[in-house]
């Protein structure tokens, strides 16, 4: 028998309320009923984000609203700094360079946070740059960037403040409106414990500011079109549906747990992996660790891309390993979304098995022993 534990950073579990809310038959998206609907999934968007701006929901993956942040406060020939510490810091360089604009990255170490003074430096090197882009938690890596105190600095220099909030979202306090963040993107298959398919972005009054001067080509992820139609609890093309009911249901987990209690349960999670992977003599990839994921550096003769192979094949037990360079080179477990204390044992005790199973020499269960100790504190 084979049952499936998914402990991978997107898409994460989804929970049965959830699956059952989009298993009813379609509704039509062009009636009241849909509208209700809509009506308050956006509401319940504006808690998990921390604004009362509007969010806008887009039918694609996460993706697609960091394309739609840079071609609506954009334009060709616009200099953009990026912080690029692992895969995502570099997406966001390639949707800018795909669009003309003058990307200029700061390159930080993989598993490393980027330095605030560095910024300012490249800042001070770039008076003329019109945004800074950054992941608040960089899922390839496991790394936490400083987003409260990236969000002053471009506040001061008065450039906007471009996040990927993906993984951050719904996992730990990014307060959006408080620390004046310009734009901030999301999506469904992370945090808000939904299939792939949604994605979220919201804008500041700055940033909406800055889409009226815009001149990079957009069709689909025109964000002012779109506003316009979800301010009515309509969409400008026919939205994920199901996707949105489902949506209702994980908002309204979120919103009877409590955002504060949510950040505290990721927080107590993450520190329970860390510590877990610690106590067999593991160490941890990420300087600055993000409560969403924990990468773990796979042991000195071990063959790393084994781990998540294994776990898989034989115990269905879904992690990540590394991309690019870090292929085999570490793993990631994530404990983001729908997961509670139970499901931390699971997952760490079968990776103590695998790590048994490939002779890797350590005390069985006191990785287990270490996170129940947390768990239960
Ligand atoms: C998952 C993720 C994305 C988006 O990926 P999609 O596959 O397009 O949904 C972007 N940034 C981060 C930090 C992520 O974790």
């Given amino acids: 028998m084979k049952k499936w534990f998914l402990f991978a950073p997107g898409p994460t579990p989804v929970p049965p309320e959830a699956s059952l809310a989009m298993a009813m038959p379609i509704l039509h998206h062009r009636t009241s009923d849909f509208e209700a609907i809509f009506e308050e999934v956006r509401e319940g968007l504006k808690y998990v984000f921390q604004t009362s701006k509007d969010v806008i929901v887009l039918a694609s993956s996460g993706t697609g609203a960091m394309e739609a942040a840079v071609v609506n406060t954009l334009s060709p020939g616009d200099k953009a700094v990026v912080v690029r510490g692992g895969k995502f810091g570099e997406r966001w360089a390639e949707i800018c360079e795909s669009y003309g604009i003058v990307t200029i990255p700061i390159d930080v170490e993989w598993g490393c946070a980027v330095d605030v003074d560095d910024v300012k430096k490249v800042l001070d090197k770039h008076p003329d740059a019109k945004a800074l882009l950054w992941q608040a938690s960089e899922t390839s890596t496991g790394v936490k960037h400083p987003t409260k105190e990236l969000a002053e600095l471009c506040k001061e220099r008065g450039i906007l403040s471009i996040v990927d909030g993906i993984t951050a979202i719904g996992v730990f306090d990014v307060r959006t409106e408080e620390w004046g963040i310009d734009v901030v993107v999301s999506g469904s298959q992370k945090a808000f414990m939904l299939p792939p398919g949604l994605a979220f972005i919201t804008l500041s009054d700055r940033a909406w500011e800055a889409t009226k001067k815009s001149k990079s080509p957009k069709y689909y992820f025109d964000l002012a079109k779109e506003l316009k139609n979800q301010q009515k609890n309509q969409t400008a093309y026919t939205p994920a549906v199901s996707l949105i009911i489902g949506l209702r249901e994980t908002l309204r987990m979120i919103k009877n747990e409590g955002l ?118």
């Fill in 260 to 377: 504060e209690n949510v950040f505290k349960r990721h927080a107590i999670l993450a520190e329970a992996s860390r510590e877990a992977m610690k106590a067999i003599g593991l160490e941890l990839f990420s300087k600055v660790p993000s409560e969403a994921v924990t990468a773990v550096k796979v042991p000195e003769g071990i063959d790393g891309g084994k781990i998540p192979k294994i776990l898989r094949e034989n115990y269905g037990v879904i992690i990540a390993g590394g991309q690019s360079q870090l292929k085999g080179k570490i793993f990631r477990i994530s404990h983001m979304g729908y997961v509670n204390k139970f499901d931390m044992l699971s997952v760490i005790g079968a990776i103590e098995g695998v790590l048994k199973e490939l002779g890797y020499k350590f005390e069985l269960g006191a990785a287990v022993k270490k996170a129940q100790e947390i768990l239960w504190r």
